[in-house]
């Protein structure tokens, strides 16, 4: 099946300004595709060079199979676009917007479909200047939608929004994918990436520095498994029974954090160590590094030090 984006060794320069350097990647039809990245990464130039916005310097860049950068009236009609702030009509409705967008295209979604799609139905009749900030992000969600596109650029599209309308927003891009449509999504909420996303690339320095599912990203299924407690009252490191060879304990006032490959194993010991105790350790946990820990060692110029193990804080102690 052809690839719904595909981009090889684009660049961007502006001036003595390399914004893009070399970066590659496909989007597979039906895919949610997100890149992630700080400020200044190259996502937005990227992104506007896939929405035909920008023209690069080098490379090649096909999104359903055209060249963006020709700006095609066949290509537009098939692409919605959801930018950081969009300029509209703010003496229109709601649905006044949504049927001119219409309009626009030869293939459309009916008023209501989209009104409800984005649970704007009781302010179809409310003009745009009267709604508030995640209502708007929502009819610009809907304008996007308008000509039932197969390609949607999402540019921050939950920006504003209640943790209600969050969730709605999710299922609604989840329910367009089911459909055969695609998405390239741009975000800095990590948990929206972890919920949507079927493949993630970091950009950094215009660069791509780590490509995979969530799960995997940065070998974040390896990375080693984190145990969090609360201390009890008295406890030292030493108090604690084996624990496998490469753990690494640091503590932040009552926290404590150990890390360790051997997660299973070590959060049985101690469990075990608890219980003979009669030790209560609140708010206890083991989980993998989240999403967001792997994008920030992925996006940090230096990596904070790691831990001392135990046997290294039992000598520091000494010392």
């Keep these: 099946m052809a690839a ?25 039809p039906g895919e949610v595709f997100c890149m992630l990245g700080p400020n200044g990464a190259g996502k937005t130039t990227c992104t506007e060079i896939l929405e035909g916005h920008r023209v690069p310097s080098s490379g090649v860049v096909r999104v359903l199979g055209l060249d963006p950068a020709r700006g095609e009236r066949a290509l537009h009609e098939r692409i919605g676009v959801v930018l950081q702030s969009c300029g509209i009509q703010h003496d229109l409705t709601v649905g006044e917007l949504i049927t001119m967008y219409g309009s626009y295209y030869p293939r459309r979604r009916s008023v209501g479909e989209l009104i409800e799609l984005v649970e704007l139905d009781a302010k179809a009749g409310t003009r745009a200047e009267a709604l508030s900030g995640g209502q708007r992000r929502r009819l610009d969600l809907a304008l996007a939608l308008v000509g039932d596109p197969d ?22 891009i989840r329910s367009l994918c089911s459909l055969g449509k695609t998405v390239f999504l741009t975000t800095h909420f990590m948990d929206e990436a972890q919920h949507l996303a079927d493949r993630i690339v970091v950009m950094r320095a215009g660069e791509i520095v780590a490509e995979g599912t969530p799960e995997d990203l ?66 206890f946990s083991v989980a993998q590094p989240t999403l967001e820990d792997v994008y920030l060692r992925l996006t940090e110029a230096a990596e904070a030090p790691a831990g001392l193990s135990l046997h290294e804080r039992e000598g520091a102690r000494g010392r």
């Design 218 to 283: 940065g070998g974040r299924e390896r990375l080693p498994t984190e145990i969090r407690f609360i201390a009890p009252e008295g406890f030292r490191p030493d108090d604690l029974p084996q624990l496998p060879p490469d753990a690494a304990l640091e503590r932040d006032g009552e926290s404590v954090l150990i890390r360790c490959s051997e997660g299973l194993r070590a959060a049985h010991a101690i469990c075990g160590w608890a219980l003979e105790r009669s030790l209560e350790l609140r708010a």
């Design 151 to 172: 390609v949607l650029f999402l540019d921050e599209p939950t920006t504003g929004f209640d943790p209600h309308a969050r969730r709605a927003a999710w299922s609604t």
């Design 4 to 28: 719904a984006i595909e981009v090889r060794e684009l660049h961007k320069r502006y001036g003595d300004l390399h914004a893009l350097r070399g970066v590659s990647f496909t989007v597979a």
